[in-house]
């Protein structure tokens, strides 16, 4: 076991952003010759971790070896000069360009490039590592993984001994995806250190060679070589289901609440749901939700969860399938016409669409009302109520705010998502949807943020929460339903055998 | 800006007054310094700017019919500036004014001296109004469906529809509503008896009061009014918008059938007023010169009438500083780019000093 020292190692690496540790003090090594990847939920700090080692950001404690070499790497140029370079999900060549004269940008303003002397090297690098691409093509024609794979070859043009590809598959076509991962198990055997960050667990297992996962800022655990070897497909899967979402903390044993009664009357429905997609089509939804009762949609960020969301709510339209909420159908109703029948939304997306950042917190507070009396009479604003509603819903909800006229962008994330359940929890809330209602939280409005779910429920409202953490589900919710590739997988009922039952779920193992 | 003076040490000055010394400094220094930078510009080109600028204030400011000039001239452009300010705080650039505005202009010169002779003066007026509102609405329609349902960029095609506008209103004037009775091409002319009536006696259109009524009722839409929220909310957050459940297409439509309606407007207030008539070739442009003044004025209905008056003084005193100096009318362009300039650099800075101490 000679191995040579690790390309690159990261020894105690943090990084901090207001309000939030991206990476706390990770520990990890990067080898020739082996494909890494990195999996982690969004959120989980790949994205920092990544842009730190491409010289974007600089960690604020530990070190950065290159070879053994503690090494600054202060910016993308040294980074490149170091053979580290990265390849994106977006592709980052200039359309309007032929490869080869992408591949020949970087070079000096003044010099007039030598493009037959790039093709001809770019052909060769192709061909050393079993890519058949045309070097005079123009980009813009190819197909994003012929892109891709154009990309990997300007990288090893340039000297690339360690290689980044971010969620390179993301955006590829099946067929794509697997000559990406088949060129990365050639350039490994060339002795190149390939990162590779994705979020399918199936693509990590096939090749990769190294797991690590991230989980909240931390390393919660990885697979080595040796043992990934003699790990089969689908004990690596189980593997690292549970790492990602296994308990982290024993002491929180979660209380699964009791389970409704079987009396309680259906407040939602949703009958053979189907929400065309690009990306994600939400196909043949049959769910139901009673009165208090707490339903957790589990599953991998990305399957289909925001998507259904957003057909419930009405922001989405359905290619088929009906909603009812107590008894009436609401698919015809747009999203102003659900809320008044009772549907709430709280949407995970809290800066993006859940409020304007510019406007005051009075107004966001009643940003799903604008026009509705007694805040507006006959359309002209009464500032007075406006302002009584405000203070009513700060103080109800413990929002943290200077003012109610602050606007809402100022405010901590804790802070904004008070903002956006005081929205949405008062009045005659009768189902109310929860994205993600914790993720990016601290630990004292995770609980605040919990509490509320369930006082909800307890009101008499139908909940549902979707949520990546496994554990947050088991402590909340009566039913768990598990969302693969826009579909319900399974319905499971949380007791003490949940967790195991999700986890196969999730990994196919009982699809 | 508050926290900014409360952190200043200096001074018994109450807070409130503070800010708005230095609220009233940060607008008043840009426009001296855009004034001594144009001086320079007019020193380069060997004319004392003190003789320049003593013409302009005397004529804009200073002699009696120049004000009348000054104030007769504001009416249009109030109402240019009030359709830029719906648009604008709505998120949706139609730099289609001038288009909508000779649209507007056009059919209301080539209609208003035919109807006078069947129809109550007052009568004609009022239609003609209506007439331009709906020909500028007409003429913001094609951009507005394309940005509301295919998400097309709203300033190139406002600004495609621009040229065709201002081609076919010429070509409508020489070919279709060309006065029979003069040579030139132009439009049949309004009477001066049976224009907008003249104020208390002045030389003054009324057009004026008409710009003034709606820029301050389009303002306080914009700030009071549930509709004027909606559409804040639209242009300051897209998403959010569908969020909460409001109809982006459909507001798309009515901003474009406002702001495009009161550009018309602007153009039927200017004939109506002030020219009487449209020649063939005939086009101010007076769109694409308020555009900087209401970013001078933040969307803000009243800044924006300061800032209208000061340009249409300018602009008329350099009508006649120009004859007498030689210098281009078009020099209080020069003005308005300089004061541009210099809020967006003391804007710049006072956000870094903002930022250094840490606000």
């Given at each position: 076991m000679a191995d040579p020292a690790p390309i690159i190692r990261l020894r105690g690496v943090t990084k901090r952003y207001p309000g939030i540790v991206a990476n706390d003090s990770i520990d990890m090594e990067f080898r020739q010759g082996e494909v890494h990847v990195l999996l982690g939920e969004n959120g989980a700090g790949k994205s920092t971790l990544v842009s730190m080692l491409a010289g974007l950001q600089q960690p604020d404690e530990g070190v950065i070896e290159v070879e053994g070499v503690p090494t600054a790497l202060s910016s993308p140029e040294r980074a490149l000069e170091l053979g580290i370079s990265t390849v994106f999900?977006?592709?980052?060549?200039?359309?309007?360009?032929t490869l080869a004269e992408n591949a020949a940008l970087g070079g000096r303003w003044w010099r007039n490039p030598d493009r037959r002397g790039h093709e001809a090297r770019m052909a060769e690098t192709a061909a050393r590592i079993g890519v058949v691409l045309t070097p005079s093509a123009l980009t813009g024609s190819l197909s994003l993984g012929e892109r891709q794979q154009a990309e990997i070859v300007r990288a090893l043009m340039r000297g690339a001994r360690f290689l980044i590809l971010d969620e390179a598959t993301a955006m590829l076509t099946p067929h794509d995806a697997a000559g990406l991962g088949q060129l990365m198990r050639r350039l490994a055997s060339e002795g190149v250190a390939v990162v590779f960050i994705t979020h399918k667990l199936n693509e990590a297992i096939e090749y990769g060679d190294r797991v690590s996962v991230l989980r909240l800022g931390r390393k919660v655990g990885g697979i080595a070589p040796e043992e990934m070897r003699a790990l089969t497909p689908r004990a690596a899967t189980e593997r690292i289901v549970h790492l990602m979402f296994g308990a982290q903390d024993a002491a929180v044993a979660a209380v699964a609440p009791p389970p409704v009664g079987a009396d309680a009357p259906v407040v939602l429905e949703c009958l053979a749901l189907h929400v065309a997609d690009a990306t994600v089509p939400v196909s043949a939804i049959n769910l139901t939700v009673a009165a208090a009762e707490i339903l957790g949609i589990a599953g991998i960020d990305g399957n289909g969860q925001k998507e259904l969301a957003e057909a419930i709510a009405g922001q989405r339209p359905i290619s088929s399938g009906r909603i009812r909420l107590d008894g009436a159908f609401i698919d015809g109703l747009d999203v102003g016409g659900r809320r008044r029948a009772g549907l709430r939304y709280v949407t995970d997306d809290r800066l993006g669409e859940g409020t304007?950042?510019?406007?005051?917190v009075s107004i966001n507070l009643l940003l799903k009302q604008i026009g509705d009396p007694p805040f507006w009479q006959g359309g002209i604003e009464r500032p007075a109520k406006i302002d009584e509603n405000a203070r009513a819903l700060v103080k109800a909800f413990d929002i943290r705010t200077p003012s109610i006229h602050t606007p809402a962008g100022k405010l901590s994330g804790g802070n904004i998502q008070k903002l956006l359940l005081a929205r949405e929890l008062t009045g005659s809330a009768r189902a109310v949807i929860f994205a993600k209602p914790t993720y990016g939280l601290d630990l004292q409005n995770i609980a605040a943020t919990r509490r509320r779910i369930r006082e909800a429920a307890g009101r008499g409202c139908a909940a549902i929460v979707i949520s990546t953490e496994l554990d947050e589900l088991l402590e909340l919710a009566h039913r768990i339903a598990v969302m693969s590739q826009g579909r319900i997988v399974g319905v499971v009922p949380n007791d003490a055998d949940a967790r195991r039952r999700i986890g196969e779920l999730m990994s196919g193992v009982a699809a | 800006m508050t926290t900014e003076t409360t952190n200043l040490t200096s001074g018994g000055l109450p807070p409130r007054l503070r800010a708005a010394l230095a609220t009233a400094g940060l607008s008043l220094g840009p426009m001296i310094g855009a004034f001594v930078l144009s001086g320079l510009v007019l020193l380069l080109m060997k004319v004392n700017p003190f003789d320049y600028y003593g013409y302009v204030f005397q004529r804009g400011l200073l002699s009696p019919s120049g004000v009348q000039a000054t104030l007769t001239r504001m009416g249009p452009l109030l109402l240019l500036a009030a359709s830029l300010i719906v648009a604008f705080r709505a998120g949706l650039w139609n730099l289609g004014g001038d288009a909508q505005f000779l649209m507007g202009a056009v059919f209301v010169a080539a209609w208003a001296p035919l109807m006078v002779q069947h129809l109550p003066v007052w009568l004609v007026l009022v239609l003609s109004m209506l007439v331009s509102v709906v020909i500028g609405a007409i003429w913001g329609l094609l951009p507005a469906i394309l940005r509301a349902y295919q998400g097309i960029n709203e300033i190139i095609t406002t600004l495609m529809m621009n040229f065709l506008g201002i081609s076919l209103s010429s070509a409508l004037v020489k070919l279709v509503f060309a006065d029979p009775d003069t040579t030139v091409p132009q439009t049949r002319t309004l009477p001066v008896g049976d224009r907008l009536p003249v104020l208390f006696g002045s030389n003054v259109s009324s057009g004026l009061v008409i710009g003034l009524v709606v820029i301050l009722a389009v303002h306080w839409m914009m700030t009071r009014t549930a509709f004027g929220l909606k559409l804040r909310v639209v242009g300051a957050n897209p998403e959010a918008a569908t969020h909460a459940g409001l109809s982006v297409p459909k507001l798309t439509l009515a901003v474009f059938a406002i702001s495009a309606g009161l550009g018309g407007l602007a153009g039927a207030v200017a004939i109506l007023g002030q020219y009487g008539n449209v020649r063939a070739d005939w086009n101010p442009a007076y769109a694409f010169t308020i555009v900087p003044l209401v970013f001078l004025a933040r969307f803000n209905g009243y800044a924006a009438i300061g800032y209208v008056f000061l340009f249409s003084a300018l602009g008329i005193g350099s009508e006649s500083a120009a004859r007498r100096l030689d210098v281009p009318n078009y020099f209080t362009l020069v003005t308005v780019a300089l004061l541009l300039v210099l809020l967006a650099v003391t804007e710049r800075w006072a956000a870094l000093r903002r930022a250094r101490k840490g606000v």
């Amino acid at each position: 076991m000679a191995d040579p020292a690790p390309i690159i190692r990261l020894r105690g690496v943090t990084k901090r952003y207001p309000g939030i540790v991206a990476n706390d003090s990770i520990d990890m090594e990067f080898r020739q010759g082996e494909v890494h990847v990195l999996l982690g939920e969004n959120g989980a700090g790949k994205s920092t971790l990544v842009s730190m080692l491409a010289g974007l950001q600089q960690p604020d404690e530990g070190v950065i070896e290159v070879e053994g070499v503690p090494t600054a790497l202060s910016s993308p140029e040294r980074a490149l000069e170091l053979g580290i370079s990265t390849v994106f999900q977006h592709s980052m060549l200039v359309p309007t360009l032929t490869l080869a004269e992408n591949a020949a940008l970087g070079g000096r303003w003044w010099r007039n490039p030598d493009r037959r002397g790039h093709e001809a090297r770019m052909a060769e690098t192709a061909a050393r590592i079993g890519v058949v691409l045309t070097p005079s093509a123009l980009t813009g024609s190819l197909s994003l993984g012929e892109r891709q794979q154009a990309e990997i070859v300007r990288a090893l043009m340039r000297g690339a001994r360690f290689l980044i590809l971010d969620e390179a598959t993301a955006m590829l076509t099946p067929h794509d995806a697997a000559g990406l991962g088949q060129l990365m198990r050639r350039l490994a055997s060339e002795g190149v250190a390939v990162v590779f960050i994705t979020h399918k667990l199936n693509e990590a297992i096939e090749y990769g060679d190294r797991v690590s996962v991230l989980r909240l800022g931390r390393k919660v655990g990885g697979i080595a070589p040796e043992e990934m070897r003699a790990l089969t497909p689908r004990a690596a899967t189980e593997r690292i289901v549970h790492l990602m979402f296994g308990a982290q903390d024993a002491a929180v044993a979660a209380v699964a609440p009791p389970p409704v009664g079987a009396d309680a009357p259906v407040v939602l429905e949703c009958l053979a749901l189907h929400v065309a997609d690009a990306t994600v089509p939400v196909s043949a939804i049959n769910l139901t939700v009673a009165a208090a009762e707490i339903l957790g949609i589990a599953g991998i960020d990305g399957n289909g969860q925001k998507e259904l969301a957003e057909a419930i709510a009405g922001q989405r339209p359905i290619s088929s399938g009906r909603i009812r909420l107590d008894g009436a159908f609401i698919d015809g109703l747009d999203v102003g016409g659900r809320r008044r029948a009772g549907l709430r939304y709280v949407t995970d997306d809290r800066l993006g669409e859940g409020t304007v950042g510019g406007f005051p917190v009075s107004i966001n507070l009643l940003l799903k009302q604008i026009g509705d009396p007694p805040f507006w009479q006959g359309g002209i604003e009464r500032p007075a109520k406006i302002d009584e509603n405000a203070r009513a819903l700060v103080k109800a909800f413990d929002i943290r705010t200077p003012s109610i006229h602050t606007p809402a962008g100022k405010l901590s994330g804790g802070n904004i998502q008070k903002l956006l359940l005081a929205r949405e929890l008062t009045g005659s809330a009768r189902a109310v949807i929860f994205a993600k209602p914790t993720y990016g939280l601290d630990l004292q409005n995770i609980a605040a943020t919990r509490r509320r779910i369930r006082e909800a429920a307890g009101r008499g409202c139908a909940a549902i929460v979707i949520s990546t953490e496994l554990d947050e589900l088991l402590e909340l919710a009566h039913r768990i339903a598990v969302m693969s590739q826009g579909r319900i997988v399974g319905v499971v009922p949380n007791d003490a055998d949940a967790r195991r039952r999700i986890g196969e779920l999730m990994s196919g193992v009982a699809a | 800006m508050t926290t900014e003076t409360t952190n200043l040490t200096s001074g018994g000055l109450p807070p409130r007054l503070r800010a708005a010394l230095a609220t009233a400094g940060l607008s008043l220094g840009p426009m001296i310094g855009a004034f001594v930078l144009s001086g320079l510009v007019l020193l380069l080109m060997k004319v004392n700017p003190f003789d320049y600028y003593g013409y302009v204030f005397q004529r804009g400011l200073l002699s009696p019919s120049g004000v009348q000039a000054t104030l007769t001239r504001m009416g249009p452009l109030l109402l240019l500036a009030a359709s830029l300010i719906v648009a604008f705080r709505a998120g949706l650039w139609n730099l289609g004014g001038d288009a909508q505005f000779l649209m507007g202009a056009v059919f209301v010169a080539a209609w208003a001296p035919l109807m006078v002779q069947h129809l109550p003066v007052w009568l004609v007026l009022v239609l003609s109004m209506l007439v331009s509102v709906v020909i500028g609405a007409i003429w913001g329609l094609l951009p507005a469906i394309l940005r509301a349902y295919q998400g097309i960029n709203e300033i190139i095609t406002t600004l495609m529809m621009n040229f065709l506008g201002i081609s076919l209103s010429s070509a409508l004037v020489k070919l279709v509503f060309a006065d029979p009775d003069t040579t030139v091409p132009q439009t049949r002319t309004l009477p001066v008896g049976d224009r907008l009536p003249v104020l208390f006696g002045s030389n003054v259109s009324s057009g004026l009061v008409i710009g003034l009524v709606v820029i301050l009722a389009v303002h306080w839409m914009m700030t009071r009014t549930a509709f004027g929220l909606k559409l804040r909310v639209v242009g300051a957050n897209p998403e959010a918008a569908t969020h909460a459940g409001l109809s982006v297409p459909k507001l798309t439509l009515a901003v474009f059938a406002i702001s495009a309606g009161l550009g018309g407007l602007a153009g039927a207030v200017a004939i109506l007023g002030q020219y009487g008539n449209v020649r063939a070739d005939w086009n101010p442009a007076y769109a694409f010169t308020i555009v900087p003044l209401v970013f001078l004025a933040r969307f803000n209905g009243y800044a924006a009438i300061g800032y209208v008056f000061l340009f249409s003084a300018l602009g008329i005193g350099s009508e006649s500083a120009a004859r007498r100096l030689d210098v281009p009318n078009y020099f209080t362009l020069v003005t308005v780019a300089l004061l541009l300039v210099l809020l967006a650099v003391t804007e710049r800075w006072a956000a870094l000093r903002r930022a250094r101490k840490g606000v």
